[in-house]
């Protein structure tokens, strides 16, 4: 069964080997900065949600809570290994850092991220709409969630 969890410290290296699967050894630095933000005690950090089965990973994503702004996160890093693809890991994920997030702040919280236009459909599925295009041709996709004052 898989099972979500938030990012631990010690899971600093599986993490890192695990996107280095995924995206590639040149992924490796910008993995390793990732990761070590997402370690420190700044409020304005990467918070991964990871998704594993059997001890492990097979897929992540992570939600910051954006600088200088009030109630907007940003979603990143969503990853899931090529075997266990289209069985709903990146939505539960997406889904996850977005209750994550709610319960972090309480109150509506906008989401926000930019992907490959090709993701869009994914996406757009759970409720994300196309707002703009990035300079390099991604998609600027916006989902805001409303959370009842009970």
Known sequence: MIHYRPF???DADNLLNFLSDVHGPSFIE??????RAASDGDIIKPRFILAELNDQII??????LESFTVDLVSLSSLSVLDTFRGQ???????????KAAIEAFGRTVSFI???YPEKNRL???????????????????????????D
């Open 30 to 35: 910008l993995g390793k900065a990732y990761i």
């Open 8 to 10: 631990k410290p010690d």
């Open 59 to 64: 897929g992540c994503c992570a939600w910051t």
């Open 88 to 98: 709903g890991i990146g939505t539960n994920l997406i889904h996850a850092c977005q």
């Open 123 to 149: 996406y757009e599925k759970i409720g994300f709409r196309q707002i703009a295009k990035d300079t390099h041709g991604g998609s600027i996709m916006l989902h805001q969630i409303f959370e009842s004052s």
């Open 113 to 115: 991220l930019v992907t």
